[in-house]
């Protein structure tokens, strides 16, 4: 008769000694110590040591010697206590043993290309490869049910408010969210397609003109964008909309589900409320607009002190319209000139031409600069940067964007050289007041979030007047550096609507072409409504302490949008191209 399990391999403990058991599950480690084989068993759960004995069974223990790596067995026996010492403490099972009485091969595997452990030195390629064996590793196993866990803590926590999960279509028309969309194309409808939604926007904002007031929803989005490690081409969004709210509500909803989520999941408590950055103010301090405020090393402006010096490059840089910022690095003084010779070469990958640096030695300050600036004006410098000895300052004089962008990145970079990053710490910030425009590389007005953001009352006479300097009500929810949600107080009025999309270029005709379904339902009595979504993948991979949301996504595509697992995406018959109504361009034909 087939042994049938009746334990999972990781739950006994000294408390089932003598208790009769059958497990099943993977063979992890084989060892034949002559009379007596080892075998770990390994399940979801955790692993269990097997022995098989000669003198309890000794067609078993024959069966036993075959046994390798990845092969799938059940087997019967008597938990009994393992000899003090050869207790394993690495193992939850480590005090127990089961002698096996029984042994079924329920299949067998090829050697692996991996050993199932945590610890593996194998290339991302072929863990996503055999996707499948990389999932069997304990870490990943708990990356997902870590997954599963954050998941069921918000729809129990979103419930308890009041909310309701409610679908929206996977399949609908193509409007303009920021990344390309994923097309499908219609076989019934010859030559039109679907897209694949960036994210349920636009419903969501239907279903608070239908009344449903609190909507909630965990759902697939499609961004055919570049990607990066906290990017895919299809990510999990946790959505959020309610009607008559402000930011406030959300602000509070967002801080005590987070906290929820923490306290329940790894049991640390997030201090509330969060902190909070305008979009202006975390740009003057961090450089960035999700600041990572677990360390120091904020950004002071010497713009007028520059002014004060004779190096060209400060007065050049002054001259036309930019800025002189820097750091304070504690401990700097370490770093040697090669040191500082790497980082000035380094970050002119962020468009900065050079690094200017001082280091305050005990014999006195020390840098290529000191010629050209006076002793008075170095000291004022020295004293607005809070500087003592043993310290290095750095600055950059260039445009805003590049002094913002090119520190917010040093400023990260020294922080992990310099190991100022607290561990198992976590820090949460909202950063608001962002601008309602943006300008791109065209010199283009473009939605700083989504062309649905509403502007603050005060600042909508400047729609017509200065609309770039038109100030959102909208907000980012930032955790440990990363961006990890963002939403904002909805549009809902159909001519302001139609104002803003007039501002992006889009012309009433187009408008009614692309958005009339949304335009229409806000001449209904769209009641004031908002929201905010967040990326599930992200928010776990933080959680988890990963590195990449690949870790935390069960079947992720690579950088390049390609599932190494199944190779797609991937050519497809001619006669299925025919049923779309498809025919390739010559020079666009599929690889072989």
Known sequence: MPLRRDHLCGVLGKKDVDKKVVLAGWVRKRRDHGGLIFIDLGDKSGITQVVFNPEIN??????ARSLREGWVIAAAGRVEARPPDSINPKLSTGEIEVMAEDLEILNISQSLPFPIEDEIE???EVRLKYRYLDLRRPIMQKNLKLRYEVTKEVRNFLD??????IETPFLTRSTPEGARDYLVPSRVNPGEFYALPQSPQLFKQLLMVAGFDKYFQIVRCFRDEDLRADRQPEHTQIDIEASFISEEDIYALVEEMLANIFKKILGISLPLPFP???Y????????????????GLELKDISELAGKTEFGIFQKALEEGGQVKGLRLPGGTSLSRKDLDELSRWITLYGAKGLAWFLLTEKGIKSPLVKFIPQSILLK???SMEGEKGDALFFIADKKEIVAQSLAHLRLHLAKKFNLIPRDTYKPVWVVEFPLFERDEEGELTPCHHPFTSPKEEDLPLLEEAPQKVKARSYDIVLNGEEIGGGSIRIHKRKVQERVLEILGIDPVKAKERFGFLLDALS???PPHG????GLDRLVMIIAGASSIREVIPFPKTQKAVSLLTQAPSPVDEEQLKELHIRLREDESPPE
Do not use: V
């Open 58 to 63: 000794k067609e078993s223990h024959l069966q």
């Open 122 to 124: 194998t290339s991302e």
């Open 160 to 165: 308890k408010k009041g909310f309701m999960e």
């Open 276 to 278: 909070r950055f305008s």
């Open 280 to 295: 202006k103010e975390a740009i003057d301090r961090f450089g960035i607009d999700r600041p990572d405020i677990r360390f």
């Open 381 to 383: 410098i020295i004293e």
């Open 524 to 526: 209904f009595g769209a």
């Open 531 to 534: 929201g905010i979504a967040f």
